[in-house]
């Protein structure tokens, strides 16, 4: 089975920069996701990682390091639009994905 | 647009109830699951199929059946309801024809077992 540790909750500025991080301890790896979800709306997908490094998608960013079992998203140019929480879900070898409980980012003016 | 629906949206129930939840998909992906999603607990999987009568267990299954009669049609039951299984539940598809084999998912089903 899959371990997956994200933070419960993060706060930042308009126009800030957030880093949220994903850890993770899995008996099969085979790609990590990250997905936003907006609250009481289906989570849609946002970035995959397979290789260790940086995958940048204009504002959003994500980073694997498969050594270390961790993951981050990086979302730059904070827009109140951001506020939603996002889900870090790791797949393994039978194609199934364990999802972290979720980070709830709340973005204040 | 290719799409990922669910029905019902929301549902009220009795404890001891059948309930059949329904998801479709016009998106021509030959995988489909069931999640089901709590607070502060995430998205747990429940069954998934990977082709039309393929049914395999997920994490949670117990309490639940599903039903892959077409490929466009994946069907969660719970036989007899109880509190306990009062969740927000999503269905999601994928295909392995997608670069990355993500899931989109359908806008969910709100069940309240009473």
């Known amino acids: 089975g899959q371990n997956i540790d994200q933070p419960t909750e993060m706060t930042a500025t308009e126009g800030a920069i957030v880093q949220i991080n994903c850890t993770y301890q899995t008996s099969g790896f085979n790609g990590l996701f990250w997905y936003q979800q907006h609250a009481g709306e289906a989570p849609t997908f946002l970035s995959y990682n397979v290789l260790d490094g940086l995958e940048e998608k204009g504002r959003f960013s994500s980073f694997l390091s498969r050594s270390k079992g961790y993951s981050y998203l990086l979302l730059k140019e904070l827009q109140m639009k951001d506020s939603a929480s996002y889900l870090c879900a790791v797949r393994d070898g039978d194609y199934k994905l364990s999802f972290g409980a979720g980070t709830t980012v709340t973005v204040r003016a | 647009d290719a799409d990922v629906t669910q029905t019902p949206r929301n549902r009220i129930t009795k404890t001891g109830k059948r309930i059949m939840l329904e998801c479709s998909q016009t998106k021509g992906h030959d995988r489909m699951y069931w999640y089901r999603q709590d607070p502060g607990l995430g998205l747990r999987l429940i069954y998934y199929s990977f082709d039309v009568k393929d049914i395999n267990k997920g994490e949670i299954s117990d309490g639940y059946s599903v039903s892959r009669q077409a490929q466009a049609k994946f069907s969660l039951s719970l036989e007899s309801a109880i509190p306990n299984q009062t969740a927000l539940y999503f269905c999601?598809?994928?295909?392995?024809?997608?670069?990355?084999?993500?899931?989109?998912f359908g806008p969910g089903t709100r069940l309240t077992v009473l």
């Open positions: 999601a598809t994928s295909d392995l024809r997608l670069e990355y084999n993500e899931q989109f």
